[in-house]
Structures are given as C-alpha cells and as structure tokens.
C-alpha cells in the first residue's frame, strides 16, 4: 500500500467516489474546493458507471475520499475494499458514518476518517503527503498505520463558512 511519509514534492492527485443521488453533493464538493485551494488536483467519479475502476486507475490517484452517509455506508465500504485490490491509494471516509461511527477505522482498507468539518483536515493530509510530514496529529482525523490507530481531537468549528469560496461544481 501507500506509505504515509513518502515525500512526493507535488501536488497530490485526489479523486472522489460519489454516489449518483438525488440532491448536490455538496459535502464533497466543498471539501474538492479546500483542496483545489490548496493547489492539489482533484477528480470526480460519480456511480454506477461500468467503467469506474478503468477511470480510476487511469487517474492514478494518491488518494480517494468517499463520502459516506448511514445507510450506504456498507456499500460505500464495498466499493473501496473493491478499490484497494486493484489500485493503490490512500482511502479517507468522511461524512456522517465516520463521525459518529468512527470504529469503521479498524477496517484494514480505511486508511483515515474526518470526524465532522473536513475542510482543513483534507488540506493538512494532501499537504502532509506532499511535504513528507506525519498524519498522525491532525485534528478530525483518525488515521490507522498497520494494527495502530492515532485518534485525534475535534478542532473548533470554522467561524467564516465562506472562506473556501464556492464549492467545485466541475
């Protein structure tokens, strides 16, 4: 699997998993845009789509970030176990499953989860990865290293909801 201080010295390639659903996934859209703020490169796969791990793999992405609600969380899972046989990446769950299940940690293919906002802690993994520097002490998040698991506490919520911008609609 991916190693979590490689330093790549780039930008990191993320690619999100989304559900093709009724409603925006706004969730997911604004956590595409703190990383696009962050001058990292993100894509969108939306299922069902016959062709999905074809376009996964052809992205090559560092990591994938599944937007995982109760309900669909047991197939959300599915789809990333699935992933992690074919493609090589790192896997973070977020959204309301991880926050207030956060056992689906000790998951072997879950790699980190962001318990509530995810804005800045998806910025800090992406720069971490791309800087070299540990995961183990960000805020929100909870990240498994081999049988080991850093828990994190939740940082203060964001004052200022529009600093990001607009969501990634692209």
Same mark, same amino acid.
């Given at each position: ?41 993100? /894509?969108?796969? +939306?299922?069902?789509? %016959? ?7 052809? @992205?090559? #992405?560092?990591? &994938? ?18 992933? /992690?046989?074919? +493609?090589?990446?790192? %896997? ?7 926050? @207030?299940? #956060?056992?689906? &940690? ?65």
């Amino acid at each position: 699997g991916k190693v979590y201080h490689e330093h790549t010295g780039r930008p990191q390639r993320v690619l999100f998993i989304q559900e093709l659903v009724a409603q925006e996934p706004i969730g997911i859209q604004w956590i595409s845009r703190a990383a696009l703020n962050a001058g990292h490169q993100t /894509k969108f796969v +939306v299922t069902p789509d %016959s062709n999905w791990i074809k376009r996964i793999k052809e @992205f090559e #992405p560092d990591v &994938i970030g599944f937007m995982c609600t109760t309900g669909v969380h047991r197939h959300v899972m599915e789809m990333c176990k699935a992933l /992690k046989r074919n +493609v090589n990446f790192l %896997s973070v769950f977020g959204g309301h499953h991880p926050t @207030f299940v #956060p056992e689906i &940690i000790n998951e072997s293919y879950i790699d980190m989860i962001v318990k509530g906002e995810g804005e800045q802690a998806f910025q800090d993994i992406l720069n971490n990865l791309r800087d070299g520097k540990p995961l183990s002490n960000i805020g929100n998040l909870d990240v498994r290293e081999g049988t080991h698991v850093f828990k994190n506490d939740i940082r203060p919520l964001f004052a200022d909801l529009d600093i990001n911008g607009f969501p990634d609609r692209e």
